[in-house]
Every structure is written in C-alpha cells, then in structure tokens.
C-alpha cells in the first residue's frame, strides 16, 4: 500500500535550520497536493505549507519568509526547509499527500508517521 515517511527532524537552537523529507512510495499512479502539517502538545493540529501539483504554494502566517516548501514529482519526493527557527516552531511535523494509487485509482488522503522537532532557546 502507499505509505508517507518522513525524515529530517531533530534538536536545533533557534535561529537555526532543519531541512525535512517526505517520500511517497508504493503503486502511485499519481500525487496531487502535498503538505505539511504541525502539532504541539495541547493544541490542535495545524497547516504549515501545502504545494500543488503544478507547484503552487500556501504557508501558514507564522511562517512566512521562514519556510520554503518544494517537491520533486518525479521523486514523489516533499520538503519542508526550515531557517530562522522560533522555539514555537517545536511540534510533531506530519506529511500529507492526496494520491491515486494503481491499487485502488481512488483519491485518497494519507499521513506520514510524523517527525519531532525541538527547537531550544
């Protein structure tokens, strides 16, 4: 089946960068959005970047200028390049993709596993 599994998170000090993976992989007949999801303890979770297909972008306010959101197609490949960290940046961050898989030929959304970030002070 299709599967999301991200990479790239870890301990930074603010003001610092962190680059994040997410590849797709199984029967994929095709991918359209992709994403980038956040959640902190006790809060609810959060759209932090979003890429269509043909490459347009959507960021959260909080992370304007800071963030840059990119994807390889041929790759089934998204990343989420992070600079100028804030310690409000910590969170568990969550790949997301809309994909059709030769499987099903369905849409469907799917969820990576997540990936901790920590950024200190």
């Known amino acids: 089946q299709v599967q999301l599994v991200e990479s790239g998170g870890g301990l930074v000090q603010a003001g610092g960068s962190l680059r994040l993976s997410c590849a797709a992989s199984?029967?994929?007949?095709?991918?359209?959005?992709m994403g980038w999801y956040r959640q902190a303890p006790g809060k609810q979770r959060e759209l932090v970047a979003r890429i269509t297909r043909g490459g347009g972008t959507n960021y959260a306010d909080s992370v304007k200028g800071r963030f840059t959101i990119s994807r390889v197609n041929a790759e089934n490949t998204v990343y989420l390049q992070m600079n100028s960290l804030k310690p409000e940046d910590t969170a568990v961050y969550y790949c997301?993709?809309?994909?059709?898989?030769?499987?099903?030929?369905?849409?469907?959304?799917?969820w990576g596993q997540g990936t901790q970030v920590t950024v200190s002070s």
């Open positions: 997301n993709a809309q994909i059709v898989s030769r499987a099903t030929m369905k849409m469907l959304t799917y």
């Open positions: 199984g029967t994929i007949f095709s991918i359209n959005d």
